[in-house]
């Protein structure tokens, strides 16, 4: 999943919803749009497999974070203190944690479960195809 290139559109839906005025975003080509558009100007982010960029950029100025051996890095860090997030086994950990009490969501199914629940009710969002962590960890913590 986590190599896997965005060439298509890969919606994502508010909660257990497929209905189009509930999509969140979409990604296409590693851009991720706001709702259904298509216009640059709703470019929230942009991934190249490693930095998360601010809109449509791809200046290195503009990287927001950057994904390294399964952890997010604020910015272009690589230092340890910098950890935002670190990915296992489907679920998201806060910082350099792996403890059960620090998970911020669980990836299992093309769907976002709140912390390590698994119960239908405690799904945030939905996508129509797998996403990259990194889109996951954005889209709950930074819009």
């Given at each position: 999943m986590l190599n896997m290139t965005m060439t298509f559109a890969q919606k994502v839906y508010r909660g257990t919803s497929s209905y189009a005025s509930d999509i969140v975003c979409h990604v296409e080509k590693g851009k991720v749009y706001r709702g259904q558009s298509r216009y640059t100007s709703d470019i929230i982010a942009r991934f190249d497999g490693t930095n998360l960029y601010r809109g449509n950029s791809t200046y290195?100025?503009?990287i927001i974070m950057t994904w390294r051996d399964g952890?997010?890095?604020r910015g272009r860090s690589s230092y340890q203190s910098d950890v935002l997030a670190t990915w296992c086994d489907g679920k998201m950990y806060s910082g350099t944690s792996s403890y059960q009490s620090d998970i911020l969501f669980t990836y299992r199914d093309n769907k976002v479960y709140r912390k390590?629940?698994?119960y239908q009710s405690s799904i945030l969002l939905n996508s129509s195809a797998p996403l990259h962590p990194i889109i996951l960890y954005i889209l709950l913590y930074n819009l």
């Open positions: 290195s100025s503009d952890k997010i890095y390590n629940e698994s």
